[in-house]
């Protein structure tokens, strides 16, 4: 059983932090990149950053460039998000997502998913 677990979500207020985690059993994340979604009500499926399998090329979106680090510890087969200067617009299901490419379009083609992890920036 190929599993994705998010953890880290939560309330923070606006200008705060938050390290999400994409931890998988049933598999090692050696061999894949990930990538971190989000999803809002009412809003399309966004593609928020990426990572290849070494940890060498990281993609992030426009929206959260220079706010949001992703990073990866294959030795514990987690990857992480860390997000800092958080504000509302960045309230959103975030979803870790595998496949054996970097790319922040094309969700669909991403092979396995997180159930996803509540992220609220509000005052």
């Known amino acids: 059983q190929l599993q994705l677990v998010e953890s880290g979500g939560g309330l923070v207020q606006p200008g705060g932090s938050l390290r999400l985690s994409c931890a998988a059993s049933?598999?090692?994340?050696?061999?894949?990149?990930i990538g971190w979604f989000r999803q809002a009500p009412g809003k399309e499926r966004e593609g928020v950053s990426c990572?290849?399998?070494?940890?060498?090329?990281?993609n992030h979106a426009d929206s959260v460039k220079g706010r949001f680090t992703i990073s990866r510890d294959n030795a514990e087969n987690t990857v992480y998000l860390q997000m800092n200067s958080l504000k509302p617009e960045d309230t959103a299901i975030y979803y870790c997502?595998?496949?054996?490419?970097?790319?922040?379009?094309?969700?669909?083609?991403?092979?396995?998913w997180g159930q996803g992890t509540q992220v609220t920036v509000s005052s």
């Open positions: 997502a595998a496949d054996f490419l970097c790319h922040l379009s094309g969700a669909e083609d991403y092979d396995y």
């Open positions: 049933g598999f090692t994340l050696d061999y894949y990149a």
């Open positions: 990572i290849n399998s070494h940890g060498d090329i990281t």
